[in-house]
Nanobody
Framework: EVQFVESGGGLVQAGGSLRLSCAAS????????IGWIRQAPGKERLGVSCVSRDGSTTYYADSLKGRFTISTDKAKNTAYLQMNSLKPEDTGTYYC????????????????YGQGTQVTVSS
């Protein structure tokens, strides 16, 4: 079964940091481009970030450039999202996903396989 298990979310004050993890099972992240998506209440889903399977290309939404870093650990079959200088507007449920193609301009299609992890940033 193809699955992601996201973890690492929580409640943090503005300016704080969190590191989200996304453990993949049923497939190897070596073979796919991986992305993170945020769903906030009342807002459209936002493609937060992605990384190409060879690690040569990354993408970040404008609102979080310079604060978030995506990475993967192939040995652990896990993707990460390091989030620094968090703001209340970063609040939402974060999902990782297999994306169709990660480019410097982002990605179009994606399939989330996990339940997400909740991030709440208080002001």
């Amino acid at each position: 079964e193809v699955q992601f298990v996201e973890s690492g979310g929580g409640l943090v004050q503005a300016g704080g940091s969190l590191r989200l993890s996304c453990a993949a099972s049923g497939f190897s992240i070596d073979d796919y481009d991986i992305g993170w998506i945020r769903q906030a209440p009342g807002k459209e889903r936002l493609g937060v970030s992605c990384v190409s399977r060879d690690g040569s290309t990354t993408y970040y939404a404008d609102s979080l450039k310079g604060r978030f870093t995506i990475s993967t650990d192939k040995a652990k079959n896990t993707a990460y999202l390091q989030m620094n200088s968090l703001k209340p507007e970063d609040t939402g449920t974060y999902y990782c996903a297999v994306v169709s193609a990660c480019t410097a301009a982002g990605y179009v299609n994606y399939v989330p396989y996990g339940q997400g992890t909740q991030v709440t940033v208080s002001s």
